[in-house]
């Protein structure tokens, strides 16, 4: 749990003042974490793309919100992103747990640029770890890697780029990362 903690560290310098999301078995110990933190509020949703029309509401109200989720709720989540926080260029810091991730980098080496269609129906593998690279290339979402606690500043450096460009900005945390 030291490990989430220096999430949570980082989501404060920040400024981040809420959370929205639903844990996986990934963020538990983040959740879990952010459920007694007083100073950020955490706020669970049903269905993750509730996360993203909730955080854009928030922030039309001043508040300074972030999306935990996982990637597959980002799948989910498509027109609640494009309809609300792409549409609207909200300044959105967005967490996503890279279910399928290891797997997918033990067997290939990284995920494939092109994925092939014989990739969604294999047993070996997890679909979710297929799609989630070109989905958020496709939705206009940046990203970048969390593959370790020693690279906990990334969380900054997306934040400022969402605050710099005026649009969401994902953090991708491997598997491997929470602990």
Known sequence: MADAGLVISELKKCGITHILGLPDNTSAALFSLLADDPDIDLITVTREGEAFAMASGLWLGGKVPAVLIQNTGLLESGDAYRG???????????????????????LHEGVPEEPEVDNYSRADIDSAGVMTEPTLKAWALPYEFLHSYRDVGKISLAFEQAANESRPVAVLITEHTLP
Do not use: E, Q
């Not at 609300?84 to 997918?104: D, F, S």
């Open 84 to 106: 609300t926080a792409l549409r609207m260029r909200v300044p959105l810091l967005c967490l996503i747990t890279y279910r399928g991730y290891a797997r997918m980098n033990d």
